[in-house]
């Protein structure tokens, strides 16, 4: 590739407490494997929970968003196929009750000032929840999470506080739904979409075309 050919950019919206969003980055990295051009990747953080948060942070359970009993046991059943089909250790299917907003404000915070070790920080906070069950809801967890990625601790305990970056945090939801981000994962690539936990092979279409 020359130096004046563009590096291909693709665009995800992703949540940590979405078991899809996991298996997705699963199959992102498979097509990274298999891809010789460098491919730039952007990550949007999205909350799942948003229609449920109460004005203090917190989740009120008890809003009816029209996820029922036979909604919940059909994602498990999605979440076990793809596990099987990409090869994915995951310890458990699906993680209701646990609270992502603290996750995402300290990854939020290290994706703006460490970038370099935003991506093993992102990689390791999927991999507490999705396959060591720890609560990324809790700031002990995070700040931990940190230390072993080579983070400043410190650092990500403040952030997790900082009224600042929650409010950057709801701009950046609020412009994912102004773009009509409806669910995650979404693959956005030159004004092209997928959604869901999509193939390897898929993302390919949509960064090289047919």
């Known amino acids: 590739m020359s130096d004046t050919e563009s590096v291909d950019q693709l665009t995800i919206y992703a949540d940590y407490v979405c078991p899809f969003c996991y298996l997705g980055k699963q199959s992102l990295e498979r097509y990274r494997e298999q ?3 460098p491919l730039e990747v952007e990550w949007h953080p999205f909350d799942l929970r948003r229609d449920k948060r109460r004005e203090d942070g917190s989740i009120d359970h008890s809003v009816d968003d029209g ?5 919940f046991e059909q994602a498990r059943e999605n979440v076990r196929r793809l596990q099987a089909e990409y090869d994915v250790e995951m310890s458990q299917t699906l993680a209701i009750e646990v609270d992502s907003l603290p ?8 994706f703006q000032h460490y970038s370099d070790g935003w991506a093993a920080f992102d990689a390791a906070i999927y991999e507490a929840l999705w396959q060591a069950e720890r609560d990324i809801g809790d700031p002990d967890v995070l700040v ?3 230390a072993d990625t ?13 009224d600042g970056l929650r409010a950057e ?5 609020t412009d994912a739904h102004e773009r009509g981000i409806t ?17 390897p092979a898929q993302l390919e279409r949509l960064l090289e075309g047919e």
């Open 103 to 110: 996750a995402q404000q300290a990854s939020w915070y290290v």
């Open 150 to 162: 080579g983070l400043p601790a410190d650092e990500i305990r403040d952030a997790i506080d900082d």
């Open 35 to 37: 891809r010789e051009p």
């Open 67 to 71: 996820k029922d009993d036979e909604y």
């Open 144 to 146: 931990s999470i940190a």
């Open 169 to 173: 945090l709801e701009e950046r939801f």
């Open 183 to 199: 669910g995650v994962p979404t693959f956005v690539h030159d004004g092209y979409a997928a959604r869901g936990a999509v193939p």
